[in-house]
């Protein structure tokens, strides 16, 4: 199995509703990361999960909230959202997340394989 | 702080043609860089990534280039198809960061019949 998976496709919520997206990957990846896309602009980054753990916040707002209950399976808990918070949400995970000297000395390529993304429209 | 810049925004070619599309980055000090493609509403599919230390790699019709020095990389198509419609994004991962990738704005390719 070589795919991320994101449910739902789409989601439709309204500013008072509590929604999550879910994230799965069975490659062994032990680095999951959450991004946001707006129309014709690039994926940002929200989130980092390294083996399980919260490592990069992007000063993202608190109606945003990760979980990481596995090293397998990535939420994204959502609440009281604005409409300007309608994107594509997209969820990536990559085999191994740390300093790059760690990284060179082991050889290992960090390589972000992402999701078909959740397209998210908050009325 | 590093930028990613990818010149031109948009292509539009004839079937069959080969093409280059460019990316840019300020701080050369990247772990390696990767360029994907992206359908319209679709999420991201990873096409080459080239470390640091490489110089090309290339896949199938597809082929990547990196001057880290310069701060330049190229991905040269040849013998585009309708198929190959779609924005190219290309994206950086920093010496010092942990999977943060910095994405260039894209080319949006268009191969007509």
């Known amino acids: 199995d070589t795919e991320v998976t994101q449910t739902p496709k789409h989601l439709v919520m309204g500013m008072t509703n509590k929604k999550s997206l879910k994230c799965e990957q069975h490659?062994?990846?032990?680095?999951m990361y959450w991004y946001k896309q707006k129309a014709k602009k690039p994926p940002e980054l929200m989130f980092v999960?390294?083996?399980?753990?919260?490592?990069i916040n992007e000063s993202v707002p608190s109606r945003f909230s990760p979980e990481c209950p596995n090293s397998s399976l990535l939420n994204l808990h959502l609440h009281a959202l604005q409409p300007e918070d309608s994107a594509l949400y997209l969820c990536?995970?990559?085999?191994?997340?740390?300093?790059?000297?760690?990284?060179?000395?082991?050889?290992?390529?960090?390589?972000?394989?992402f999701g078909p993304g959740t397209r998210l429209t908050v009325l | 702080k590093q930028e990613v810049t990818q010149i031109p925004a948009a292509l539009s070619v004839p079937e069959g043609e080969n093409l280059v599309l460019n990316c840019s980055f300020t701080?050369?000090?990247?772990?390696?860089l990767q360029w994907f493609r992206q359908d319209p509403g679709k999420g991201l599919t990873s096409l080459l990534l080239?470390?640091?230390?490489?110089r090309e790699q290339t896949s199938g019709r597809l082929n990547a280039s990196l001057d880290k020095s310069s701060g330049r990389s190229t991905l040269y198509i040849a013998a585009s198809q309708p198929g190959d419609s779609a924005t190219y994004l290309c994206?950086?991962?920093?010496?010092?960061?942990?999977?943060?990738?910095?994405f260039g704005k894209g080319t949006k390719l268009s191969v007509k019949p």
């Open positions: 994206a950086v991962l920093n010496g010092g960061s942990q999977g943060n990738l910095i």
């Open positions: 701080d050369s000090a990247i772990y390696n």
């Open positions: 999960y390294s083996y399980e753990k919260l490592s």
């Open positions: 990536a995970s990559s085999p191994l997340v740390g300093r790059a000297p760690f990284l060179s000395q082991h050889g290992l390529k960090v390589c972000l394989f």
């Open positions: 490659m062994g990846h032990r680095a």
């Open positions: 080239i470390q640091s230390s490489q």
